[in-house]
């Protein structure tokens, strides 16, 4: 199978130690016209995460929708040009999702930019020890947000909650 892969960019920001403390589906273009579809991404992605997870014999987890909104909103910002790659604006994701959920001990996020399958996303993540690192945490619940922009280039943002 052909893949196209644009750019790829990998960030993390890893907040464990920080005091402070339904995602919105795109529209799902045509494989063929940007080489991945976005239909079940959010989905599959956090079925890779748990998969690896899982054979490291840690613990799956749990899908939670505030903290999947957030997700989507931050990859649809990047996917919009409103805000830039990254993680700005990360402790207020925080800040909103601990006000929702009355609190957690510690949070963390992963960031991506490409034309991707799932697996390709969480591939990437694992080699990256700073991303692995989220990904292995101990954390329980996490959102994954994903969002295409007018040229094809795909966004994803993962947040993990440890409640």
Not at 17 to 41: D, I, Q
Not at 84 to 102: E, Q, T
Not at 138 to 160: A, E, M, P
């Amino acid at each position: 199978m052909l893949r196209l892969i644009s750019m790829l960019s990998l960030f993390v920001c890893s907040f464990a130690a920080c005091k402070s403390k339904p995602p919105a589906r795109a529209e799902a273009p045509t494989r063929a016209k940007y080489g991945v579809a976005l239909s079940n991404m959010e989905t599959n992605i956090v079925a890779e995460v748990n998969k690896y997870r899982q054979s490291k014999g840690l613990p799956a987890l749990q899908v939670n929708s505030i903290i999947a909104t957030e997700a989507a909103l931050h990859s649809q910002k990047m996917a919009r040009h409103q805000v830039s790659f990254g993680h700005d604006g990360f402790d207020g994701r925080v800040s909103r999702i601990n006000s929702r959920l009355d609190g957690s001990k510690a949070s963390g996020e992963n960031v991506a930019e490409g034309v991707m399958t799932a697996y390709d996303v969480v591939q990437q993540w694992l080699g990256s020890k700073v991303h692995r690192e989220n990904i292995e945490g101990r954390y329980n619940l996490t959102g994954v947000g994903v969002s295409r922009d007018t040229r094809g280039n795909i966004y994803y943002t993962q947040i993990f909650i440890l409640k």
